[in-house]
């Protein structure tokens, strides 16, 4: 472990290196490993994780969960027994602050910052370059046990249908931990084997359905987290104008970031081993129930409506539904990796709030937004109601319905009624997913 996260000294002189601590970058490396053998700790402004949450959330209150998110990534790296990259990325229109959370982790001894990349530089096949010197340009040996993080990943998945089902299924393999090879015409076979660990860290503009459906296909391994920053009224325009500029703001938190990392470091300067006898079995059930609702929910089906005359029916394949044994792994590394950046060695229920908001986010966007629905209205929702509160058309909410319904999450009626039309359809949620309908679930979730 002791390879993977440098040493407290080495901390120390890259800080040293850094404009923070250095006039215009003019300290030699040496001169820097000088200094921090003399200082000591003292270099290092050690912060407690309750110092950094209230710090971020005094100056981007609506970024206080995606950055214990980012943090949570970086944490997974110091527990020994994690093998499976975890990949996330944060979704929300343009100018909401994905950037800005990224920016807070960029500058970090273990992450590999990148403003945009392709699956086909993890192990390259470049033809102009030469076979010996591709190893120099491979990005999957750079970033390993790192946390890689790309700051707008969009177009990668603006792509056209192919390019796109090829680079996410180099994705795919590649958060599988396991390393890449790949079969090229002019350099032949070549990549790396073995464990070759990174977290992968990135921010997008909403997923479209398709991309959704490409990675169900091949087996989805990216997980998706909301920021759903609230549209600024006027006023608050005008103060953000007058006040302290976001630039400044965002230097603050980064500076900070960096503090509780370095804390982190130097307190696990070689890993831990996870005691897992010492997380509460109750926070287990949770994270295994939201793996099971997520599997179904993000599943790729290919439903079609079919008309007869009065008679309207649906058509669908049988769905490909995964199991939910790897996201069950990663939502616990997720909720342990949120544990240790909070400065606990265990499971509880106050890493259950990202767990649970993540299981909802990376489900499709009108997957997602249904199911809370079902959540606010008890279990139960009519085609009139699922119209009228989600602004969908009945043709779409038909064909949702029927979706649920196929993938095992519903129970589906059809009610005669006396009014003039096609009958009101019901939906009722499934007894083995009552749990989300609990007060404790709500407690979990975040609401509009």
């Not at 003399?38 to 309750?50: A, M, W, Y």
């Not at 970086?74 to 990259?85: E, G, H, S, T």
């Not at 993890?122 to 999957?140: G, R």
């Not at 010492?278 to 129930?289: G, Q, T, V, W």
Request: hydrophobic share 35%; charged share 25%; net charge neutral.
């Amino acid at each position: 472990m002791g390879d993977r996260i440098k040493s407290g000294d080495e901390l120390i002189a890259q800080e040293l290196l850094s404009e923070n601590y250095t006039k215009d970058n003019k300290l030699s490396k040496n001169d820097a490993v000088h200094q921090s053998n003399n200082t000591g700790s003292n270099s290092v402004n050690l912060i407690s994780f309750k110092e950094w949450r209230e710090t971020i959330k005094q100056h981007f209150p609506f970024l206080v969960l995606a950055s214990e998110a980012g943090l949570s990534l970086f944490a997974q790296l110091l527990i020994k027994d994690v093998r499976n990259p975890f990949a996330l990325v944060l979704v929300d229109v343009p100018s909401s602050g994905k950037t800005i959370c990224l920016n807070f982790f960029s500058s970090d001894i273990n992450a590999y910052s990148t403003d945009g990349f392709t699956p086909a530089s993890f192990v390259s096949q470049a033809s102009n370059v030469k076979k010996e010197k591709l190893a120099d340009i491979d990005l999957l040996p750079r970033i390993t046990d790192k946390v890689l993080i790309v700051r707008d990943l969009a177009p990668l998945f603006g792509q056209r249908d192919d390019d796109l089902l090829k680079n996410m299924a180099v994705m795919t393999r590649v958060l599988d931990g396991e390393g890449l090879e790949l079969d090229g015409g002019v350099h032949g076979k070549r990549g790396y084997t073995g464990d070759y660990l990174f977290m992968f860290l990135a921010a997008s503009t909403p997923i479209s359905p398709r991309i959704f459906k490409t990675m169900g296909n091949l087996g989805s391994r990216l997980f998706f987290l909301s920021i759903d920053s609230k549209t600024k009224s006027e006023e608050s325009l005008i103060d953000q104008l007058i006040n302290t500029s976001w630039k400044e703001k965002e230097n603050i938190c980064k500076r900070a970031t960096q503090d509780y990392l370095l804390t982190l470091y130097q307190k696990y300067p070689e890993g831990i081993d996870w005691d897992k006898t010492k997380d509460s079995r109750e926070c287990l059930s949770i994270i295994a129930r939201c793996a099971m609702v997520l599997s179904r929910l993000r599943a790729p089906i290919n439903i079609w409506r079919e008309e007869t005359g009065d008679t309207e029916t649906y058509s669908y394949q049988t769905p490909v539904v995964e199991k939910p044994d790897r996201i069950n792994q990663l939502l616990y590394n997720l909720a342990r990796g949120h544990a240790l950046a909070s400065g606990r060695t265990n499971v509880s229920t106050d890493d259950l709030l990202l767990v649970v908001n993540t299981c909802f986010d990376s489900a499709p966007l009108n997957r997602s937004k249904l199911f809370r629905l079902f959540i606010e209205n008890g279990g139960v929702l009519t085609t009139t109601q699922i119209s009228e509160k989600l602004n969908y058309s009945r043709p779409a909410v038909l064909k949702d319905m029927e979706s649920f319904k196929v993938l095992g999450i519903v129970e589906l009626s059809e009610e005669h009624t006396s009014e003039p039309g096609r009958p009101e359809k019901t939906m009722k949620l499934k007894k083995e997913f009552g749990w989300f309908l609990s007060p404790e679930c709500a407690r979990y979730l975040l609401t509009d």
